[in-house]
């Protein structure tokens, strides 16, 4: 009985051996793919990171180049009207100008028209009667 029990316990032993190998090789299989999981977040966090940075990046290249247009189209604008401004003030000055001077020509002719009236009027025969 006794040695029934010692080979038993043997046995048991054994068996007992073998399962707590089994169960560290599953807690090394579990450890390993834990690591791997987190190996994997690792890696998955780093490029959305780095994801995150390009597109930051990108969007900074973006809304820049969209600043330089905004600020081209509005020194093209600016120009482009002061210019404007510029030819519609020098038209202005010249139709002025001409008015000043077609104003000045009319005076002139009214003033000639007006002597050409007294010179017929003090040379025409019924003046030179009442004259004498």
């Known amino acids: 009985l006794v040695e ?11 068996e007992n051996k073998q399962l707590q190998e089994g169960l560290d090789s599953c807690q090394a299989a579990l450890d390993a ?17 780095q994801s995150s940075s390009q597109a930051a990046l990108d969007r900074y290249r973006l809304e820049d180049k969209y600043q330089k247009k905004v600020d081209q189209l509005r020194t093209f604008l600016k120009d482009t009207l002061t210019k404007e401004a ?8 010249k139709a002025r100008e001409q008015k000043a001077k077609i104003d000045h020509l ?18 025409s025969p019924k003046n030179q009667i009442g004259r004498a």
Do not use: F, V, W
Not at 86 to 93: I, L, P, Y
């Open 106 to 123: 009319t005076k002139e002719l009214q003033e000639s028209q007006k002597s050409k009236e007294c010179i017929i009027c003090m040379t």
């Open 4 to 14: 029934l029990r010692s080979q038993k316990n043997e046995d048991l032993s054994e």
């Open 33 to 49: 793919a834990e690591i791997e999981k987190l190996e994997a977040e690792s890696e998955k966090h780093t490029a959305l990171q």
């Open 86 to 93: 510029e030819e519609s003030h020098q038209k202005d000055q």
